[in-house]
């Protein structure tokens, strides 16, 4: 039985995916991690972090492409913000029996090894609080209102940026009736904030996957981990979670540009150069505004006043 982490990046996010592997090799540092290139433009990332962290690339890309036109034949051109990200699906088919997969916009804070024993007892788990905001950014009332899926089962909404299954436990044959079953109904779905996959793979996994369980909520309440979150606090180099009194297992930036002044900045500094001098100024920090910029800015602030 293999077990792993599946992640996707490509050369423009090496950054974040150097943050995220020291944070996650602090804590597994031999757990197997395979990159699903996120684009072409995926040599340099997949170089660093295997030189560095001993990352694998997918073995087969046959797989990625394959999705991948199926997506394009299936919803067209322009339906997904990042079409891209569908790629993460190839995670059904790799070498893993049982597997994470994880956004690299995320630092692991705990051992994993709870999420692959849950996996012993159900096919797919995730851990977040995203059901808390209701249908929001994944799901419109349409589908609720045509009874595709029960008011229940909002509570099963998760965030796509975590979550784990079994190998083959979704087939090609159940993404390709899938996307079919989803282009052929858009208004069931809400990307008014230009989400792309996330809709989507909680459709597949709401409709195919009846055994799921949410690690945030089960067995009991646990804690966040959105970065967005404002009330976590240190004790003892622990990030805390004071509403459950429990520690934080990841911290996630969904939604958040990662950047000098952002929510927890100095904790993903902190494993971006856990190993490496840290630079005068951050190559994540927004470039200087140009005179044009300032004055732009000035006269919008005088109107408002």
């Keep these: 039985m293999t077990q792993g982490v599946y992640i996707t990046a490509n050369d423009r996010f090496l950054e974040y995916a150097i943050a995220f592997l020291e944070s996650l090799r602090a804590v597994e540092p031999d757990l197997p991690v395979i990159l699903i290139p996120y684009d072409e433009n995926s040599g340099k990332v997949g170089q660093v972090l295997g030189d560095r962290f001993g990352v694998q690339i997918y073995p087969d890309l046959g797989v990625i492409d394959q999705l991948a036109q199926r997506l394009h034949e299936i919803f067209g051109a322009g339906f997904f913000a990042r079409s891209n990200q569908f790629r993460k699906q190839a995670c059904w088919f790799g070498p893993f029996d049982r597997f994470l997969y994880l956004d690299i916009d995320l630092i692991v804070l705990q051992n994993l090894k709870p999420f692959f024993e849950a996996l012993e007892t159900t096919d797919f788990i995730c851990c977040d609080y995203q059901h808390a905001g209701g249908i929001t950014n994944v799901f419109s009332p349409a589908i609720l209102d045509r009874g595709v899926i029960a008011p229940e089962e909002v509570q099963s909404i998760f965030n796509g940026g975590l979550w784990g299954s079994k190998k083959g436990r979704i087939t090609l044959e159940d993404l390709e009736n899938c996307f079919q079953e989803c282009a052929a109904h858009p208004e069931y779905f809400d990307f008014s904030q230009k989400t792309s996959d996330q809709p989507i793979i909680n459709y597949l996994v709401l409709t195919r996957i009846p055994q799921r369980r949410n690690l945030a909520t089960w067995p009991q309440k646990g804690a966040g981990s959105w970065a967005g979150s404002q009330h976590f606090v240190w004790e003892n180099d622990r990030l805390m979670?004071?509403?459950?009194?429990?520690?934080?297992?990841?911290?996630?930036?969904?939604?958040?540009?990662?950047?000098?002044?952002?929510?927890y900045w100095d904790l993903w500094e902190h494993y971006r150069y856990l190993q490496e001098s840290k630079p005068p100024i951050s190559p994540l920090a927004p470039p200087p505004r140009s005179r044009f910029q300032r004055l732009k800015s000035w006269l919008k602030n005088k109107v408002k006043t």
């Design 241 to 263: 979670d004071p509403k459950v009194n429990q520690p934080v297992p990841y911290l996630h930036w969904a939604g958040i540009r990662i950047e000098p002044g952002c929510p």
